[in-house]
């Protein structure tokens, strides 16, 4: 159960793309009462693991660009202390903002943060071929502050609001093309549900002798509980080849008890998270 009065990290601050994420999860989870920011992605989740928050919104997976590796990556790896809470969906909607007066034919240089630029790369190579794209490692108000402070031929990709927070203009709306994220609350304790209708299970898994039909087993077994997949992530491992990381992510209605006695048998796993969505 999830606890109320909640502290939900997340990036940049008011107006970046993971502001609004964090805001919808908070609509569909008011156990989440306050929004604390941090600088960079790896600032978030240094926060949660230090338990001077509660969780973080972090992006999992992107309809234009699939899986987000760094994030999987924290979750997934053999010894993660994170769990998954909560999830949400964001329509991301990126802008081309620019300085007052500019004109899309001036820019040569369109920045921001990992998630938007990716989403918007298509768009940009596009409709300004030729013009240099930079990702910038701290967040979109980062990059709307520079493209403040310069001569007009810098851009950036940002939320819409992000325009009034900086004084900048819309050069171009949507250009991530419809693009969709759904992001999770990543937590240092887990919260199951008793009732779950999402689970997120990792585990590392070989195709040797000893361990043959495991991966597939642990599927069925969470089958006849009442769950079916919706993803499958897999990571190497770095170790021995065929070897993978996978976090595997199902939906379905059933009981917690039966899903920690059916994944008890298999000692590579881990229930990441057992959550209602709502």
Not at 141 to 147: L, P, W, Y
Not at 169 to 186: C, P, R
Request: some cysteine.
């Amino acid at each position: 159960m999830l606890k109320s009065g909640m502290k939900l990290g997340s990036l940049g601050g008011a107006q970046t793309f993971g502001d609004q994420a964090s805001r919808e999860l908070m609509s569909r989870y008011p156990e989440f009462a306050e929004i604390v920011y941090s600088q960079t992605a790896e600032e978030v989740v240094d926060s949660v693991l230090e338990g001077r928050i509660a969780a973080a919104c972090i992006p999992e997976q992107m309809t234009n660009t699939g899986f987000h590796p760094r994030d999987q990556s924290l979750v997934v790896k053999p010894g993660s202390r994170l769990h998954i809470i909560a999830e949400t969906t964001h329509e991301y909607h990126c802008s081309l903002l620019g300085k007052p007066g500019a004109t899309m034919s001036q820019i040569k240089l369109v920045i921001g943060h990992t998630g938007s630029v990716t989403q918007s790369r298509r768009w940009i190579e596009k409709n300004m071929p030729g013009v240099a794209i930079e990702i910038v490692h701290t967040n979109s108000r980062t990059a709307a502050k520079t493209v403040m402070e310069s001569d007009g031929s810098i851009a950036s990709v940002g939320t819409p609001g992000m325009a009034g927070v900086w004084g900048l203009i819309a050069l171009a709306k949507d250009i991530d093309e419809g693009s969709v994220g759904n992001y999770w609350a990543i937590s240092r304790d887990p919260c199951y549900s008793e009732s779950p209708t999402r689970l997120v299970v990792a585990g590392r898994f070989i195709d040797a002798c000893e361990q043959q039909g495991k991966l597939s087993g642990l599927i069925c077994a969470l089958s006849a509980c009442g769950y079916v997949i919706q993803t499958i992530c897999s990571q190497p491992s770095g170790t021995a080849l065929f070897e993978y990381d996978y976090l595997i992510r199902f939906r379905g209605t059933g009981k917690l008890a039966d899903v920690q006695a059916a994944l008890a048998p298999y000692k590579s796993a881990r229930l990441v998270g057992a959550l209602e969505a709502r």
